[in-house]
Each structure stands twice: as C-alpha cells, then as structure tokens.
C-alpha cells in the first residue's frame, strides 16, 4: 500500500524544518512561478515546477495579497491538470 504525502518528507529531521520567509521573498517566489508560466509551454512540467514554488510560498501567509494569489494559481494549475 503507498501512502501519498501532501509534502515531501525527508528522514532527517532537519531537512523538514521550513524557515520563515519574508513578504519580499514570498513576492519573488510568486513572480518566479508566474516567470515559469509565462514563459514555458503549458505541459506537465511547467504545472511540476510552478507547484514547487507555489507549496514554498503557501506554507506561510503572512501578507493576505499574495497568499491568495497563490491560492489562485494554485487553483489554476488543479484545474488544468484535471
């Protein structure tokens, strides 16, 4: 039986700790997955590395704009994979 995590987990401890981010840092994450979109064509691997950036950037909401445009992306990216 396999058991699918929302996250990756690593064994070691250490490597599952998320550090904080700051909003700079969180808009720059945003920017780089609308880079991603932008600027590749829409297959399973622009949605692969756009999710990446995307679960970094939601795992704090700290500014309300752009965690809900993360949502929103995030959103988008369910919606064409189905």
């Known amino acids: ?5 929302e ?3 690593f064994e070691d401890d250490k490597e599952n700790a998320v550090h ?3 909003i700079l840092d969180q808009s720059i994450l945003l ?3 609308l880079d991603v979109k932008n600027s590749n064509p829409a297959d399973g691997l622009t949605g ?8 970094r950037l ?3 909401h700290d500014d309300w704009m752009v965690f809900s445009t993360g949502l929103l ?3 988008w990216l369910e919606f064409e994979s189905s």
């Open 48 to 55: 692969e590395q756009m999710g990446a950036y995307l679960s």
């Open 1 to 5: 039986e396999e058991i699918l995590l």
């Open 20 to 22: 904080d981010l700051t």
């Open 58 to 60: 939601l795992d704090h």
């Open 7 to 9: 996250k990756i987990k």
């Open 31 to 33: 920017a780089l997955c």
């Open 73 to 75: 992306e995030r959103a």
